[in-house]
């Protein structure tokens, strides 16, 4: 006679698109609470690991971010970080929008998902003065040091600012 699992031994079933899960010890994050909350949901990867850009508008379109500010930050943040590559003439006539824009590229050269399709993680978000930027309520100030860590000394700072002391 066969045995079917018990559901203790079956997997659970994945979580929904707007189901709240806390990020597990190895999921990455960024310095942006809103696409922190976003990856928390499900509406991007839970991991915080390979984003294509279709997944990070269609993110962004759930908490009304319009086309025109979406468009901007997802063509930037996919471009190859500009750190390391070519320059010259050539660079410019191959693609001179990627040229024009390529100090705000996150992506590293080459990186792209299982199935080949340019992606992006979390964590490459705080690279300062592209995403990431100073005056954040809960984040330090990159000259102050770690500028992608929540603080809580600061977060306990803004709820004690909030007229009902809850954010």
């Known amino acids: 006679m066969a045995t079917s699992k018990t559901q ?7 979580l929904q698109k707007g189901t709240f899960l806390p990020p597990q010890p190895t999921d990455l994050r960024s310095p942006c609470p809103v696409l ?10 839970r991991n915080g690991r390979s984003i294509r850009a279709e997944d990070m508008n269609g993110a962004m379109l759930v908490v009304g971010v319009n ?3 979406r468009a901007l930050l997802t063509a930037g943040t996919y471009l190859e970080n500009g750190d390391n590559q070519t320059t010259g003439l050539f660079a410019i006539l191959r693609n001179p929008i990627a040229y024009a824009f390529r100090s705000f590229g996150l ?7 299982a199935e080949g399709s340019p ?3 979390l964590d490459q978000l705080d690279r300062h003065n592209v995403i ?8 330090r100030d990159a000259a102050q040091g770690d ?7 600061l977060v306990e ?9 809850r954010a």
Do not use: I
């Open 132 to 139: 990431e930027h100073d005056v954040s309520w809960t984040r």
């Open 157 to 165: 700072k803004m709820m004690n600012t909030a007229s009902d002391g």
């Open 119 to 121: 992606c992006v993680d």
């Open 67 to 69: 086309y025109p500010v």
């Open 147 to 153: 500028n992608a860590t929540v603080q809580k000394d």
């Open 36 to 45: 922190n909350t976003l990856a928390n949901h499900g509406y991007l990867p």
């Open 8 to 14: 203790s031994q079956s997997q659970p079933p994945p």
């Open 107 to 113: 992506r590293y050269p080459d990186q792209v998902d």
